[in-house]
């Protein structure tokens, strides 16, 4: 591995401790999440906290990863667990104002970050965004010791809230700090800033295709 | 001698499953190149990281990603090819048959999008193409699952007689707009002209090819080599989080049309999920990916 050495954190982060964190930082994660990949979850988790009722599994000032989990199962406690990923966070835009706020999350996650509106979000309740990599299951998975409860079972496994106990999980990335910066914002910015160049740059041979 | 339901049904079954457990040799040798020349630190890690876990994953049997992605099959017809049975039903039961009995189990992905319910089957899955191409006594077939993170982002505008600089500022403008919510190092396939479905079949074509072959034309393989410094300079890097390998080629096809221009791009993830081989009339498998 080349690159800095992951900072060492156990979950769920004080607020303090996730305000301590800046983006870029790489992270090996232990300790408690919930994780989740369902639209239909995240829908009724915002029904839930807007109408001030606790969830199934506690999620106060807690992690919450956008991760499908796959693990045994013949309705009774979770099994071994056979594999975890992360998915798209940006689908989930339109929820995750509401969850940070109303959970009082200090750690969220998954891939592709999320936007302006939970970045504002997570500077007033001190969260940070971990970007896993995606496609990267068989090592990602080896840092999941165990899928510990789970919730919501009328939906299907990779919906529920599934709470996972990691032990060396990534390396992840701080992709979000709890300061206002977020690397995805950053480089959106940066390449609209220097595609007109880039394009400029090109210089094909420049074939007028008007009609003959 | 001919290419019967059975072979066709084991054959399809196959390749999905091989292709849920590694990722094609071309790509790997586009890692190893991207990693003697990516000077980001997080980035070098991040390429590492997936070089390292693609490799776990083809060693242990276990899988690229957690999402297996909907079956998807590309599939020529030599024009000497004898079918023997359903080849359409084939595929379709040999997919049923391997949801069944894969290890570790599938999640379901095959969703209804009427009604967003989620399974293992479903009208028109798995998705097939057919190609009838040359003389060959095979059908050469392709499986290439596609999952939300990379089959998303992909588009299709049409132009109105465009110059060649016009069209490529379309493409870099559809790359800009998917940033590195794709799980970069990306493939990234470009369908011009025909017309629409016909431009995004050619883009998904694009995506198929193997790193490293370019396209015969010299005026499109100039035009692929620009295409791809160009992206890699927008900077959005491994995962979206920096740096300079955000695809490992841009792949372009043309089809002659009329004075409006279908410019379709697609992307697949940087696993680019895709197994191949021919079944001869014989009953001879050729293993190609």
């Known amino acids: 591995m080349t690159g800095s050495s992951p900072i060492r954190l156990s979950l769920p982060l004080t607020s303090e401790a996730a305000r301590a964190l800046k983006v870029g930082d790489v992270v090996l994660l232990d300790g408690d999440a919930v994780a989740t990949v369902g639209m239909p979850t995240q829908k009724r988790m915002v029904a839930e906290v807007e109408a001030g009722r606790e969830l199934p599994l506690s999620l106060r000032d807690g992690a919450f990863f956008h991760m499908g989990v796959s693990y045994e199962d013949d309705g009774g406690r979770p099994g071994a667990v056979h594999y975890v990923n992360p998915t798209t966070s940006s689908r989930f835009n339109h929820l995750m104002p509401t969850l940070i706020r109303g959970l009082g999350l200090t750690a969220t996650g998954g891939k592709g970050g999320l936007s302006q509106d939970s970045v504002d979000a997570m500077r007033e309740v001190g969260c940070v965004y971990f970007s896993f990599v995606g496609g990267a299951s068989a090592l990602l998975s080896e840092g999941v010791e165990a899928v510990t409860d789970c919730a919501w079972r009328d939906l299907i496994m990779q919906f529920r809230l599934n709470r996972l106990r990691l032990s060396g999980f990534g390396p992840v990335i701080v992709a979000i700090d709890a300061n206002g910066n977020s690397i995805y914002e950053r480089l959106m910015t940066s390449a609209r800033e220097r595609l007109p160049e880039i394009i400029r740059s090109l210089d094909p041979t420049e074939h007028d295709n008007e009609t003959h | ?289």
């Open chain 2, 1 to 289: 001698m001919a290419i019967t339901y059975e072979l066709v049904k084991e054959v399809t079954a196959n390749l999905y499953d091989w292709s849920l457990r590694r990722i094609p040799e071309s790509s790997k040798a586009e890692f190893r190149k991207a990693l003697a020349t990516e000077t980001e630190p997080q980035a070098r890690q991040t390429l590492a990281f997936m070089l390292d876990s693609a490799e776990r994953a083809e060693t242990t049997g276990k899988f690229l990603c957690s999402d297996a992605g909907v079956p998807s099959y590309s599939i020529k017809i030599g024009s000497g090819a004898r079918m023997e049975g359903d080849i359409r039903q084939a595929i379709v039961d040999g997919f049923a048959e391997l949801t069944r009995t894969i290890q570790p189990p599938l999640l379901r992905f095959v969703t209804n999008p009427l009604t967003n319910e989620r399974s293992f089957h479903g009208k028109d899955m798995p998705l097939v193409s057919w190609d009838l191409v040359g003389e060959g006594d095979y059908l050469d077939i392709t499986c290439a699952p596609k999952a939300l993170g990379g089959g998303r982002w992909a588009a299709v505008e049409i132009l109105v007689s465009p110059s060649l600089g016009e069209i490529e500022r379309c493409i870099l403008e559809i790359v800009l707009r998917a940033g590195g919510q794709h799980c970069p190092p990306v493939v990234i396939g470009v369908g011009i002209g025909g017309t629409f479905d016909h431009a995004a079949k050619l883009s998904k074509d694009a995506t198929l090819r193997p790193f490293g072959e370019r396209n015969p034309e010299p005026m499109v393989a100039e035009m692929e080599e620009r295409l791809t410094r160009a992206v890699n300079q927008m900077g959005f890097g491994p995962m979206g989080v920096g740096g300079a390998t955000t695809t490992f080629g841009v792949h372009v096809e043309y089809a002659s049309g009329h004075g409006f221009t279908p410019v379709a791009v697609s992307f697949n993830c940087w696993i680019n999920r895709r197994t191949r081989a021919r079944i001869y009339n014989s009953g001879v498998v050729e293993r190609i990916e």
